[in-house]
Each structure stands twice: as C-alpha cells, then as structure tokens.
C-alpha cells in the first residue's frame, strides 16, 4: 500500500517552512490503518516482546495497537505529573531548551524484552531518552517502530546499536 498517497502534508505547520506530515488520514482510513499496524508488528512477532512502550500522546496509538498485534502488555510514557503513582523522570536536549518524560518506576522489570513505538522518528531526542529510560530500569530494548521516519534529521545517528524499523520513510 502506497501510505505515502494517504498521508496529508499541510506546508507551514506548526511554523512557516516546516512541511507537517497528518497522520489522521491514514488512521481514519481503515484498511490503510489495519495493513500499517500489520506491516509495523510483523518484525516483531517472533521475538517474544513483554512490553511496547508508546510516548504521549500520538505513540499511545502505535504503540497500543502493537501491544495488542504482539499480545505485549502497553506501558505510557508521559508529560511531568500526568502519572497517579510514583515515577522516574528523564530530562533530554531538543533544538530549541529541554523536555522531560515518566514512567511508572514498577512499570518495567528487569530482563522484561521492551519495544518502543511511536508515530514519528524525527530528530531521535525523545527516542533515545525512553530507550535510556528502558535499560535505566533493567528493561531489554527489543527495538523500536515508527510509523513515519524523517531520514533527513538523521534520528538514527542519535540511536546506535538499536534495532529500528521504520514503515514509511520522507
């Protein structure tokens, strides 16, 4: 399937010279929505994955329909004081100041095989934070799955040594 026909580019947004990728086509789209959550698992169904971890808040949707593909428990990771119990914290540089993420401290066990999806590998920042955060808790990092790669911010550079599997790629 050609998900690249499906995928909405809106030129100038959020900003002036950024051509925005809209994902809500593809996932209204039922049949292009079902064969990209088919086509993303696939690598992973033999590798026996405990947990897909989905990033706030578009990765919750990859990341829950892997968990569900892969028969993985799901795991959110989210914004500072959006989880009820206690938490670890992981702070990361972006381009323009820094980010925080948490995660439930009992979330992960250790020797627990982790995937991480998301819906977007751009610059690799908030990538390689939830990876450090898995293997800062005894988690295995298994890999991670992107809908979407942006190969020209070159987010794999920030990502050595992890398996990476990407669907689409601008």
């Excluded at 039922?30 to 990033?55: T, W």
């Excluded at 119990?85 to 020797?111: C, N, V």
Aim: negative net charge; hydrophobic residues 45%; charged residues 25%.
């Amino acid at each position: 399937m050609d998900y690249k026909k499906i995928i909405r580019e809106i030129p100038d947004f959020p900003k002036p010279g950024i051509l925005f990728y809209d994902l809500t086509t593809l996932l209204k789209d039922a049949s292009a929505f079902r064969s990209a959550m088919d086509e993303l698992s696939a690598p992973y169904r033999d590798k026996k994955i405990d947990l897909v971890l989905g990033v706030e808040a578009r990765g919750f949707i990859v990341a829950s329909c892997l968990a569900y593909e892969l028969h993985a428990g799901f795991i959110p990771v989210r914004k500072p004081g959006k989880l009820p119990a206690e938490s670890h914290r992981i702070s990361y540089d972006l381009e323009y100041g820094t980010d925080s993420l948490e995660i439930h401290k009992d979330a992960i066990q250790p020797g627990q095989q982790v995937l991480v999806a998301d819906d977007l590998l751009a610059t690799g920042g908030t990538a390689a934070a939830v990876g450090k955060l898995v293997k800062d808790m005894g988690g295995s990092l298994a890999g991670m799955a992107f809908l979407v790669e942006l190969e020209f911010l070159s987010g794999r550079s920030k990502l050595p040594g992890v398996d990476i599997f990407s669907l689409i790629r601008y």
